[in-house]
């Protein structure tokens, strides 16, 4: 089973971009299919983004579409979030998650990082 670190939350200002990072340990990690989820303070647990065992496939909620991208490079044992024209209404802590399937549902991914913190400023 891989182990999730994920990495490159912070400050920044509305409009602005970020890249997450979510390293795995293990070698099994190319068999994993991989999201991004995201909890605001007071809200339930959202979807962000998911990406197929391959990279082949990418998914998104609305919300997100067209600003975030999500990708990965299973020579690194890493997945990636890029964010761009971010608004205050992303702030949140965001996870990544390894399961067997590339969904929306979180209950479908086994494996949880301990989350990183994005706060974008009005």
């Known amino acids: 089973q891989v182990q999730l670190v994920e990495s490159g939350g912070g400050l920044v200002q509305a409009g602005g971009s970020l890249r997450l990072s979510c390293a795995a340990s293990?070698?099994?990690?190319?068999?994993?299919?991989m999201g991004w989820f995201r909890q605001a303070p007071g809200k339930e647990r959202s979807f962000v983004a998911a990406?197929?065992?391959?990279?082949?496939?990418?998914y998104y909620p609305d919300s997100v579409k067209g600003r975030f991208t999500i990708s990965r490079d299973n020579a690194k044992n890493t997945v990636y979030l890029q964010m761009n024209s971010l608004k205050p209404e992303d702030t949140a802590v965001y996870y990544c998650?390894?399961?067997?399937?590339?969904?929306?549902?979180?209950?479908?991914?086994?494996?949880w990082g301990q989350g990183t913190q994005v706060t974008v400023s009005s």
């Open positions: 990406i197929n065992w391959s990279g082949e496939s990418t």
């Open positions: 998650a390894a399961g067997k399937f590339a969904t929306t549902w979180g209950d479908n991914y086994d494996v």
């Open positions: 293990g070698r099994t990690f190319r068999n994993y299919a």
